[in-house]
């Protein structure tokens, strides 16, 4: 489904891009905050549990939503999951504190925002019940991106994202 975006829209999105992309060490009135999904089977490469950035407005009758998928490319074999898996694109053990480098949310107070960490080695799209072990290790991995991408969802409906009139959604890559 297509919606129609206003100029407003438009302005808003622009103005969330460029939130999520600035790099602000200020302390702010609107911080991001880190929130694992509910979900505890949405896990990262690592076995992780998933999470996202959000930074919902300060007008609290506020319907308007934007978030921005991060990419991140495909692992192709076990190996390089598991190295990917030990960074950014497979664990939340640095996104609490990557949260606090996106700058101040509270640019425009009527825009609801979040932030979909990647977490995953295939373009958000597994599924995978059980773990895949590495050959040659003791290690697992996990590929649950589906899972967490509509963890994440969830966790912004509960959020008053079910009440939306007007949604953004951008991403990267994968």
Same mark, same amino acid.
């Given at each position: 489904?297509?919606?129609? $975006?206003?100029?407003?829209?438009?302005?808003?999105?622009?103005?969330?891009?460029?939130?999520?992309?600035?790099? &602000?060490? #200020?302390?702010?009135?609107?911080?991001?905050?880190?929130?694992?999904?509910?979900?505890?089977?949405? $896990?990262?490469?690592?076995?992780?549990?998933?999470?996202?950035?959000?930074?919902?407005?300060?007008?609290?009758?506020?319907?308007?939503?934007? @978030? !921005?998928?991060?990419?991140?490319?495909?692992?192709?074999?076990?190996?390089?999951?598991? !190295? #990917?898996?030990?960074? !950014?694109?497979?664990?939340?053990?640095?996104?609490?504190?990557?949260?606090?480098?996106?700058?101040? &949310?509270?640019?425009?107070?009527?825009?609801?925002?979040?932030?979909? @960490?990647?977490?995953?080695?295939?373009?958000?799209?597994?599924?995978?019940?059980?773990?895949?072990?590495?050959?040659?290790?003791?290690?697992?991995?996990? @590929?649950?991106?589906? #899972?967490?991408?509509?963890?994440?969802?969830?966790? $912004?409906?509960?959020?008053?994202?079910?009440?939306?009139?007007?949604?953004?959604?951008?991403?990267?890559?994968?």
């Amino acid at each position: 489904m297509t919606l129609p $975006l206003s100029p407003r829209m438009m302005t808003l999105a622009m103005t969330s891009a460029t939130a999520l992309l600035a790099v &602000c060490p #200020r302390a702010t009135a609107a911080e991001w905050t880190y929130m694992s999904v509910p979900d505890p089977e949405a $896990l990262n490469l690592d076995g992780s549990r998933y999470g996202i950035a959000v930074c919902l407005s300060s007008n609290k009758s506020s319907t308007a939503w934007s @978030f !921005h998928a991060e990419g991140g490319g495909w692992c192709y074999d076990e190996k390089d999951c598991l !190295h #990917r898996a030990d960074t !950014h694109l497979g664990s939340n053990k640095t996104w609490a504190d990557q949260t606090k480098t996106f700058g101040d &949310c509270s640019e425009d107070n009527q825009l609801n925002k979040a932030f979909f @960490f990647y977490g995953d080695g295939a373009s958000r799209t597994g599924d995978r019940k059980e773990p895949w072990p590495v050959p040659g290790t003791d290690k697992v991995l996990y @590929f649950r991106g589906a #899972r967490s991408l509509y963890a994440g969802i969830d966790l $912004l409906l509960s959020l008053g994202m079910s009440e939306a009139t007007d949604v953004v959604f951008t991403g990267c890559s994968a």
